[in-house]
């Protein structure tokens, strides 16, 4: 079984998808591992150290003609996407629903694809859940953010000279990333209050000592996968009215909402960022997805009324060593269920195999992104006929 890691082809990608100790565990699969030379260099892995764990460094350009497993962190160029084998299968964050171009080409070109991001949320996947291990980073690296932004200091300070009052955060989803950030702000000394729509997540915020916003009307809205469902426009408006006075007394807004293969939940629309404090920060991770911000606008900081608001997705890129240890352990584990008698073997049986499934066979074969993608056409369609 031959397997090659890809060095990324996005200029904005720190991390890689194996690290010397993730190669160690590959090889002792039985896996022959190649990796892509400097494809480990902004994670702070050299070549040397992939070869010194048993990997051999070949030419960033090499041909792909023997590779049976290609692990990459997020979705090759087209061009290098271009070079797969038909019988290679394709593992990394691959954006189902939002980037439809890698799909339709994995597929004309008849190669099989798991996308990280659909790993079930069950037991036995945990080990290979890298969303979570990315958003745990992407949360603490937030409130870093924040802190680092905003004209004043998070813990309470008593001085001669008079007492500096503790920052207010508040961290809107208390997922991975919520839970996070919810630590790292309490760490730094703050006082910290927090909202999800899930009525399981009030226990685990009030574990890290920060305080439940609680939604009038609102007892439990999980959706599939165990993420938050979005809100009806009734529910909505009772969420904004929860959150509205406590928002005008906010230092800092930490926005984590967000549920894969979908828009991100507007949980801040632009009249409650109107009342907040002038100099309030909002640091908004999903803004690649929308932003919980509706004012949030992706590649640019905007101000208003006073208010900053930084969108700040991917922030895992910004610790790559970390996440891209974390993540090679994602990916290892994933590797081990494809491989039998040191051969590759796609068991479409295993739960997790056949969830994590995005292209097979030339066809896509995640439903949401097979309607996304029939949508852009009858669009297409429809625009062309104009």
Known sequence: MQLLVLRSTDPDETRVAATPDSVGVLTGLGIDVSIEAGAGDRAS?????????GATIVAAD???DEVDVALTVTAPSATRLAQLPASCVLIGLLRPVHDLATPRQLAEQGVSALAMELIPRISRAQPMDALSSQAGIAGYRAVLVAANSLDKMFPL????????RPATVIVLGA??????????ARRLGANVLANDVRAAAADEVASLGADFIHIPGVTEQTGDGGYAEVLGADLAAAQHAALRPHLAKANAVICT????GRRAPVLLPAELVEEMPAGTIVIDLPAEDGGNCALTQLGSEVEHHGVRIIPAPQLAR??????????????ANLVRLLVQDGQLHLDLDDDILAGALYVHDGEVVH????????????????????
Not at 45 to 53: F, L, P, R
Not at 175 to 184: K, W, Y
Not at 318 to 331: C, F, G, I, T
């Open 45 to 53: 892995h050299a070549d040397a150290a992939y070869a010194q764990a």
């Open 175 to 184: 997922g991975v990333a919520g839970l996070q950030a919810i630590a790292t």
């Open 367 to 386: 439903r949401p992104t097979r309607d996304a993608l029939s949508s852009a056409l009858t669009s297409d369609h429809g625009s062309e006929g104009a």
């Open 157 to 164: 300070s008593m001085t001669a000279a008079g007492t500096i």
């Open 62 to 64: 090499a041909t792909l």
């Open 257 to 260: 909402a967000q549920i894969p």
């Open 318 to 331: 910004s610790m790559p060593h970390e996440a891209s240890a974390l993540y090679a352990r994602n990916v």
